[in-house]
């Protein structure tokens, strides 16, 4: 069983910045290496959205509110995965989730296709 661990989340002022994690686990043998992986976020009342999705390959996704804001990147070492975000603006406030699905060479940005979830870690970002 794949497990996710989110953390990094917070309170910050709009301009500011904050760099999420995802510690990923499962097991004996289990890396990172072999899944695509993406950050989602939820505000309420809105439905869960794609934000950044990182391939096996390292090919990126990101949606175009943060383009340009935010980077994906991966350490293969530490099975964990990062989402930098600069220049946070209040309407990036949401739970950010953290997916993961087994798959290579493939670059996953629908979520209904991610088999593993993390809790979430909340991002409020102040005017």
């Known amino acids: 069983e794949v497990q996710l661990v989110e953390s990094g989340g917070g309170l910050v002022q709009a301009g500011g910045s904050l760099r999420l994690s995802c510690a990923a686990s499962g097991g004996s043998g289990f890396t990172v290496e072999d899944y695509a992986i993406g950050w989602f976020r939820q505000a309420p009342g809105t439905e869960r959205e794609a934000v950044s999705c990182?391939?096996?390959?390292?090919?990126?996704y990101y949606a175009d509110s943060v383009k340009g804001r935010f980077t994906i990147s991966k350490d293969n070492a530490k099975n964990t995965v990062y989402l930098q975000m600069n220049s946070l603006r209040p309407e990036d406030t949401a739970v950010y989730y953290c997916?993961?699905?087994?798959?290579?060479?493939?670059?996953?940005?629908?979520?209904?296709?991610?088999?593993?979830w993390g809790q979430g870690t909340q991002v409020t970002v102040s005017s």
């Open positions: 997916a993961a699905v087994p798959a290579l060479h493939a670059l996953v940005t629908i979520r209904d296709e991610y088999d593993y």
């Open positions: 990182l391939s096996n390959d390292k090919r990126t």
